[in-house]
């Protein structure tokens, strides 16, 4: 029987103490995509690191391609891309040169190193630009070089943490269109961990993960299907003081999320009628729509992806940059 590409049985973790994964399970088949979905503070970059060895594990196991990461660190990072938040490129060199070193890391050299460079240079559209310095380079560009470094071993797996952070919508589309490709060539198994929902609805599977604990499991349409009724959003002037009086007229709980008033109320479209006479002033804009991933979090969780756990306990170190990364993952390995 074929192994798991990933399986995490009972994972839990603990800065100090203050608990950032509270028994996760996790199963990934070998070309599988996976979604971490959850605000910051959910426990989505905390599992990361320990998928990536970055962390050690405290208790629970994990298995990549069928070795502990506890025990065969090193076989792990072997199989492994990786992206952090930040990129971790040297400014000061070439495009290529970035990626001499990086190849070098992986213990490729000569004809090898220098075919796999030129591959992959073509694969991402830079050989144009294979001599221009990195610190000259858009940000979608510096996404488009990271992700050729961490390829040029050719990884089984590939472990994205918010990898479109500050790319614009088309460098967005492009990075994913990127990864939707090599996903189709070489068969790569992906995880990435987003709080976008437009990202996770790319997966064929999520975790929606919440103060270290998976609160939803399943494909992007299934988890849809697990609601009834449709999301009223009211966008008001002052949505706190209309919260608790349009909670009483639609008879349902209202979440607050900005200027907006997010909700589920049984018969919805016969209920809008009553708020628009009774706070027509207030009210900028209504919206009943069919519920989204969005909407299965905020009705496991009571609140939105876009609201972080004041107590998060991955704190500032949400955030991985070069600096803080072991010479033995960075750049994917």
């Known amino acids: 029987m074929t192994c798991p590409a990933i399986l995490g049985e009972n994972i839990a973790y603990r800065y100090g103490t203050q608990d950032a994964l509270r028994g996760v399970n996790l199963q990934l088949s070998s070309g599988g995509w996976l979604g971490l979905l959850g605000p910051n503070g959910s426990g ?35 199989h492994l891309g990786v992206t952090f938040q930040s990129a971790a490129l040297d400014v000061r060199l070439t495009v290529r040169e970035n990626l001499k070193c990086g190849g070098i ?16 240079l073509e694969q991402f559209t830079l050989t144009d630009r294979q001599h221009s310095l990195v610190g000259d380079l858009s940000g979608g560009l510096k996404r488009r070089v990271e992700l050729a470094k961490c390829l040029l071993h050719r990884p089984r797996i590939l472990l994205l943490d918010e990898p479109t952070n500050g790319l614009d919508p ?20 992906i995880v990435v961990a987003t709080h976008l929902m437009h990202e996770a609805e790319l997966c064929d599977q999520l975790l929606l993960m919440d103060r270290g604990l998976v609160v939803g499991q399943g494909s992007p349409a299934e988890l849809q299907a697990s609601l009834d009724g449709e999301r009223l959003t009211i966008r008001c002037r002052a949505p706190q003081q209309l919260q608790q009086p349009l909670q009483a007229l639609l008879e349902c709980d209202l979440v607050a999320a900005g200027a907006a008033l997010i909700g589920r109320p049984q018969n919805a479209a016969a209920r809008i009628a009553a708020v628009v006479a009774q706070f027509r002033e207030e009210i900028l804009s209504i919206e009943l729509a069919r519920p989204s991933l969005e909407d299965v979090f905020l009705e496991r969780t009571g609140r939105t992806l876009d609201s972080p756990d004041p107590s998060d306990p991955e704190g500032s170190g ?7 990364v072991p010479e033995a993952v960075r750049g994917g390995a």
Not at 53 to 71: E, K
Not at 318 to 324: K, P, Q, V, W, Y
């Open 44 to 78: 989505k970059t905390t599992l990361f690191r320990l998928l990536s060895t970055l962390i050690p594990v405290q208790r629970g196991t994990i298995q990549v391609l069928g070795h502990d990461v506890s025990t065969a660190a090193a076989a792990v990072r072997s």
């Open 105 to 120: 890391l992986f213990g490729l050299t000569g004809r090898t190193l220098r075919q796999r460079i030129n591959d992959v």
């Open 318 to 324: 949400d955030e991985d940059t070069a600096a803080n």
């Open 170 to 189: 088309r460098a967005r589309q492009e990075f994913w269109e990127t990864i939707r490709q090599d996903r189709e060539q070489r068969g790569t198994t």
